[in-house]
């Protein structure tokens, strides 16, 4: 005979069984998954079992399902398996609660079963202030910046979050966990800050967990000024243009342009290209474009200008034979700079000197020197070339060298030596030969006191005059001096000889040469030979007189 199902009437003195069951603490616990299955044991008894009917414990308890056919299910996804275990399909949060079993065989018995429902964690969401994201989706932030992170989930119970960091060259680092949100923040984003975030969110109820990495860069605009030059390709004659901007990360990219015109030459994250001649004119400008991630919008810019070389040298030298000599040659104007080559002879303008014994090649800049040593005049003399090329154009300049015997330099020394003597020797002999003359003028008839008297009446202090004449006119005055002498001693054997001087600037006219006043000297030397004249016709006429 089968039992009785209870009338709905004793539910509530049920109800009331059930909490003080409740508080005994006889109850189980099981966790299922929000759209899983789950099966609710009653009791852990095997054998026979008696009538088995299933309630749900809310405010009232409300049936569920029992083994009496008679009575459906509260819901057709609720089912009997073993003919005692309640079976729930497809659960869903609101299936979470306490449930009670309640079985009559021999004797009544009950048995609690709460059952927690999880969920999740789904949608993890990792949330970083960021400055941009890459094309492929990678975050980056700059350097220097605050950057706050956090990390969500949809989950019941509310998950575990946990934060793991892990650098490019190192090991992963927890950075902590909390159980509901889990939110920090960076101050100060440095490069080794950069690499892979991770957020763990674990359902503690489940034990299922999730996890969302994000990489995180750390850029840097460059610090330094953009630069740019040109030079010449080695091993190519061709224009290199080379653009760099130093110190940021990523590299930046770089344009360059004709200019005027803005004409695209290239662009490239390498900030180098190559140019053909044909693309090159004396003057021509070039502008380099510099662009960052993290900007300026406008980027930086340099521009260079290229130019021909212009070469300045002297047009002739001149060596010894078995002497050296050094030739210059100067550029100037060349960008970039020129490659300088020594030429040897018009008729082989492409031989080129290359540095050896004899000649020597130095450089410094943009000034070369050739050196050549031991000089040959049949091997050396002759035109030497001094080339200056970049892409933009050539220069050349000749210079022609001389190679000369050398001079018998003590020879020349001892011929001057010589001419210096003979010069002294005659410079010598004529001083002796024409010595100073000092000359007293005074009229031998007349006594020492009677000159000295005439000087005296005529205001005159001649005192002492010495009178310098040249060579030649000293001669002459000699020779006619000596002439006057005898003409005064015959005329002093006469017994008497009258006399008488008008004028005492008839006795002596002396002009005396003073601080070389030559013209005053030869006046003076013209004026005594007129005196001497006089005298001699005036005693020549009183000898002709009666006495």
Same mark, same amino acid.
Not at 484 to 504: D, F, M, Q, S, V
Not at 534 to 542: A, H, K, P, V
């Given at each position: 005979?089968?039992?009785?199902?209870?009338?709905?009437?004793?539910?509530?003195?049920?109800?009331?069984?059930?909490?003080?069951?409740?508080?005994?603490?006889?109850?189980?616990?099981?966790?299922?998954?929000?759209?899983?299955?789950?099966?609710?044991?009653?009791?852990?008894?095997?054998?026979?079992?008696?009538?088995?009917?299933?309630?749900? &414990?809310?405010?009232?308890?409300?049936?569920?399902?029992? +083994? &009496?056919? %008679?009575?459906?299910?509260? /819901?057709?996804?609720?089912?009997?398996?073993?003919?005692?275990?309640?079976?729930?399909?497809?659960?869903?949060?609101?299936?979470?609660?306490?449930?009670?079993?309640?079985?009559?065989?021999?004797?009544?018995?009950?048995?609690?079963?709460?059952?927690?429902?999880?969920?999740?964690? =789904?949608?993890?969401?990792?949330?970083?202030?960021?400055?941009?994201?890459?094309?492929?989706?990678?975050? =980056?932030?700059?350097?220097?910046?605050?950057?706050?992170?956090?990390? !969500?989930?949809? +989950?019941?119970?509310?998950?575990?979050?946990?934060?793991?960091?892990?650098?490019?060259?190192?090991?992963?680092?927890?950075?902590?966990? &909390?159980?509901?949100?889990?939110?920090?923040?960076?101050?100060?984003?440095?490069?080794?800050?950069?690499?892979?975030?991770?957020?763990?969110?674990?359902? $503690?109820?489940?034990?299922?967990?999730?996890? #969302?990495?994000?990489?995180?860069?750390?850029?840097?605009? *460059?610090?330094?000024?953009?630069?740019?030059?040109?030079?010449? %390709?080695?091993?190519?004659?061709?224009?290199?243009?080379?653009?760099?901007?130093?110190?940021? =990360? *990523?590299?930046?990219?770089?344009?360059?342009?004709?200019?005027?015109?803005?004409?695209?030459?290239?662009?490239?994250?390498?900030?180098?290209? $190559?140019?053909?001649?044909?693309?090159?004119?004396?003057?021509?400008?070039?502008?380099? #474009?510099?662009?960052?991630?993290?900007?300026?919008?406008?980027?930086?810019?340099?521009?260079?200008?290229?130019?021909?070389? !212009? #070469?300045?040298?002297?047009?002739? /030298?001149?060596?010894?034979?078995?002497?050296?000599?050094?030739?210059?040659?100067?550029?100037?104007?060349?960008?970039?700079?020129?490659?300088?080559?020594? @030429?040897?002879?018009?008729?082989?303008?492409?031989?080129?000197?290359?540095?050896?014994?004899?000649?020597?090649?130095?450089?410094?800049?943009? +000034?070369?020197?050739?050196?050549?040593?031991?000089?040959?005049?049949? @091997?050396?003399?002759?035109?030497?070339?001094?080339?200056?090329?970049?892409?933009?154009?050539?220069?050349?300049?000749?210079?022609?060298?001389?190679?000369?015997?050398?001079?018998?330099?003590?020879?020349?020394?001892?011929?001057?030596?010589?001419?210096?003597?003979?010069?002294?020797?005659?410079?010598?002999?004529?001083?002796?030969?024409? +010595?100073?003359?000092?000359?007293?003028?005074?009229?031998?008839?007349?006594?020492? !006191?009677?000159?000295l008297s005439g000087f005296l009446k005529g205001g005159q202090?001649?005192?002492?005059? $010495?009178?310098?004449?040249?060579?030649?006119?000293?001669e002459v005055e000699e020779e006619e001096y000596v002439a006057?002498?005898?003409?005064?001693?015959?005329?002093?054997?006469?017994?008497?000889?009258?006399?008488?001087?008008?004028?005492?600037g008839h006795i002596h006219r002396v002009t005396a040469l003073? &601080?070389?006043?030559?013209?005053? $000297?030869?006046?003076?030397?013209?004026?005594?030979?007129?005196?001497?004249?006089?005298?001699?016709?005036?005693?020549?006429?009183?000898?002709?007189?009666?006495?």
């Open positions: 005979m089968a039992a009785r199902v209870p009338e709905p009437r004793v539910l509530v003195c049920l109800g009331a069984l059930l909490a003080r069951w409740v508080a005994t603490g006889l109850e189980a616990a099981v966790v299922g998954e929000v759209h899983e299955n789950v099966t609710l044991h009653c009791g852990n008894i095997s054998g026979q079992r008696g009538l088995v009917t299933w309630y749900r &414990n809310d405010s009232e308890p409300v049936f569920l399902l029992s +083994s &009496n056919s %008679s009575l459906p299910p509260a /819901k057709p996804r609720f089912s009997l398996v073993n003919a005692s275990s309640l079976h729930i399909e497809a659960l869903s949060l609101q299936d979470e609660g306490n449930y009670t079993c309640w079985e009559v065989l021999n004797e009544t018995r009950w048995f609690r079963v709460w059952l927690q429902v999880a969920s999740g964690p =789904y949608q993890v969401e990792v949330n970083i202030s960021t400055t941009g994201t890459l094309p492929n989706g990678t975050l =980056y932030v700059a350097k220097g910046s605050q950057v706050d992170f956090s990390c !969500s989930s949809s +989950s019941w119970p509310p998950p575990m979050v946990e934060w793991w960091f892990r650098s490019p060259d190192s090991r992963t680092e927890p950075f902590g966990n &909390n159980l509901t949100v889990s939110c920090f923040t960076l101050l100060l984003m440095s490069q080794n800050l950069q690499g892979n975030y991770t957020c763990l969110a674990m359902n $503690m109820l489940s034990g299922r967990h999730r996890k #969302v990495t994000t990489e995180l860069l750390v850029y840097s605009p *460059p610090p330094s000024a953009l630069q740019c030059w040109a030079e010449m %390709s080695p091993g190519l004659f061709v224009l290199q243009l080379t653009c760099r901007w130093d110190g940021g =990360y *990523p590299d930046p990219d770089f344009l360059w342009t004709e200019e005027p015109g803005g004409v695209i030459v290239g662009s490239s994250k390498l900030g180098v290209e $190559m140019l053909n001649r044909s693309q090159l004119s004396d003057g021509k400008k070039f502008k380099c #474009v510099g662009s960052h991630i993290l900007g300026p919008e406008s980027g930086a810019s340099c521009v260079v200008q290229i130019r021909s070389p !212009s #070469v300045l040298s002297e047009p002739m /030298k001149t060596c010894f034979v078995g002497g050296n000599v050094t030739l210059t040659c100067q550029v100037s104007g060349a960008y970039p700079q020129a490659k300088i080559l020594w @030429l040897r002879n018009l008729t082989q303008p492409e031989v080129v000197i290359q540095p050896s014994s004899h000649y020597l090649i130095t450089q410094n800049g943009q +000034s070369s020197t050739l050196t050549v040593r031991n000089c040959s005049q049949g @091997l050396d003399e002759g035109y030497y070339v001094c080339r200056a090329e970049n892409p933009i154009g050539v220069r050349e300049v000749d210079i022609w060298l001389s190679v000369k015997e050398p001079l018998n330099i003590v020879g020349i020394v001892g011929t001057i030596v010589s001419l210096l003597l003979l010069g002294l020797a005659i410079i010598s002999g004529l001083m002796l030969y024409y +010595s100073p003359v000092f000359c007293w003028k005074c009229k031998d008839s007349l006594g020492p !006191s009677a000159s202090d001649m005192g002492d005059v $010495m009178v310098l004449v040249e060579s030649e006119e000293e006057e002498e005898e003409e005064e001693e015959e005329a002093n054997e006469r017994e008497e000889l009258p006399k008488e001087i008008h004028k005492h003073v &601080n070389g006043d030559i013209d005053r $000297m030869r006046n003076g030397l013209q004026a005594l030979q007129d005196d001497s004249s006089e005298q001699q016709s005036d005693i020549i006429q009183e000898e002709d007189r009666p006495v």
